[in-house]
C-alpha cells in the first residue's frame, strides 16, 4: 500500500510519533501529514497509515496504536510506543531506502532498535523513569524533543503544527545520524576483526584509522590486547580499552610516570623522541609518528604485564 496520508494525533506531541514520522515521510514523501483527532481521520482506510492514535494495533489495516487495553508487546514483555510498532513494521524499508545493504539490514535494525528504540518505547509508556538519570534527566531524547512544544500563551494548532514541524527537522537528523553510526560501527568491526587476526598474540593492536574497536576486540575474544595504536590528522595516538562497555576502567592504564607531560618532558620521562603528549587519566597518549607511537605501546605493555604490576592487580 502506497497511503496518501499519514495520520497522527493533534495538540502536544511526544518523540514516539515524532520519530515515527521521521520514518514514514521517508518512505512515503508523497503523503500529506495530518495531525488530527477526528474520528473521521483516525479510523483505519485504505488510504492512510494511522499511527499513536486510533485506539488499535492492526498492520494489515495500517494502524499503529499503542495506549488502549491489550497494546501489543515484545517477546520479552516490554511495551512498544508507536515508534517501536513503526520500527518494527517499517525500520527495515527505510534501512534500505537509506541505503543500509541488504546483508547489513537485519543487523542495523537490531541494534538501533535495542538502543535507540526501546528506550524511547519504555519512557512514553512509564515503564522507565528519566528522573533516575538525576540532572540529565532534562536532556533525555523525548524530555529535549518536547521543549519545542508552544509555551502556554502559545495556544491552537497553529502553534502546535509549528512546533511538531521543528521538533520532526531535530528528530530526522538524530534518526538519520543514528542509523549512519549503527552502521558504521559494522564496517569497523570488519575492519577491526582483520587487525585482531594480523596482531596475532601481540598485545599492541594496530588500525588504519581512528574507529570503534572495543565489540570486535570483544566479539574476537581478544583478551590479550591491552592497547590500540592509530593514526590521527597530524600525529599518532595510543590508548587503552576499557573493560567493560559501562565505566572507563582500562585493561592497562598508561605509566603512571606520563601522566600529564607533553613534548620534551614526556620524550624525557619514556625516553621516546617524538612523544608529544601523555592524558593525565592515563587512557590516551599521543606521538609524532607511528614508529614513536609502537614504542610507547611497547613500553606500556611492558610496565603492564611486568611481575611487580600482575602481584599488584
Known amino acids: 500500500m502506497i497511503p496518501e496520508f499519514l495520520v497522527t494525533h493533534s495538540g502536544g506531541f511526544h518523540a514516539d510519533e ?26 483505519p482506510g485504505a488510504d492512510r497509515i494511522v499511527y499513536d492514535v486510533g485506539g488499535q494495533y492492526d498492520p494489515a489495516a495500517g494502524i499503529f496504536d499503542h495506549h488502549q487495553r491489550g497494546a501489543p508487546l515484545r517477546e520479552d514483555g516490554q511495551p512498544y510506543s508507536s515508534f517501536g510498532l513503526i520500527w518494527k513494521h517499517y525500520g ?12 547489513h539490514i537485519e543487523a542495523v535494525h537490531a541494534a538501533f ?6 528506550p524511547v518505547d519504555l519512557v512514553d509508556n512509564g515503564a522507565l523513569d528519566p528522573s533516575i538519570a538525576g540532572p540529565l534527566a532534562g536532556l533525555t531524547l523525548p524530555a529535549l524533543l518536547e521543549t519545542l512544544k508552544p509555551v502556554f500563551d502559545e495556544a491552537g494548532q497553529e502553534a502546535d503544527d509549528r512546533g511538531f514541524q521543528a521538533a520532526l527537522a531535530i528528530a530526522r537528523t538524530l534518526v538519520e545520524a543514528g542509523v549512519a553510526q549503527r552502521f558504521a560501527k559494522l564496517r569497523a568491526e570488519a575492519l577491526v576483526l582483520q587487525q585482531i587476526a594480523r596482531a596475532g598474540d601481540g598485545r ?27 593514526p590521527r590528522d597530524k600525529d599518532w595516538c595510543l590508548t587503552g580499552i576499557r573493560k567493560a562497555d559501562e565505566g572507563f576502567e582500562l585493561r592497562a592504564d598508561l605509566p603512571a610516570a ?35 607511537a609502537l614504542a610507547m605501546a611497547e613500553l606500556a605493555v611492558a ?3 611486568s611481575p611487580a604490576m600482575e602481584t599488584k592487580a
Open 18 to 43: 515524532l520519530l515515527s514520522t521521521v520514518i514514514l515521510t521517508r518512505l512515503f514523501p508523497q503523503a500529506r501529514l495530518i495531525r488530527s483527532r477526528a474520528a473521521e481521520l483516525i479510523r
Open 92 to 103: 527495515r524499508d527505510y534501512l534500505a531506502a537509506s541505503g543500509v545493504p541488504e546483508d
Open 113 to 118: 532498535d535495542a538502543r535507540f528504540v526501546l
Open 204 to 230: 599492541v593492536l594496530e588500525l588504519p584509522m581512528g574507529m570503534p574497536f572495543r565489540p570486535a576486540v570483544v566479539k574476537a575474544g581478544a583478551d590479550h590486547l591491552l592497547f590500540v595504536v592509530h
Open 258 to 292: 606520563w601522566a600529564g607531560l607533553t613534548n620534551g618532558e614526556l620524550e624525557a620521562a619514556c625516553g621516546v623522541a617524538g612523544a608529544s603528549f601523555c592524558h593525565n587519566g592515563r587512557f590516551i597518549a599521543a606521538a609524532a609518528t607511528r614508529e614513536a
Open 303 to 305: 610496565e603492564a604485564i
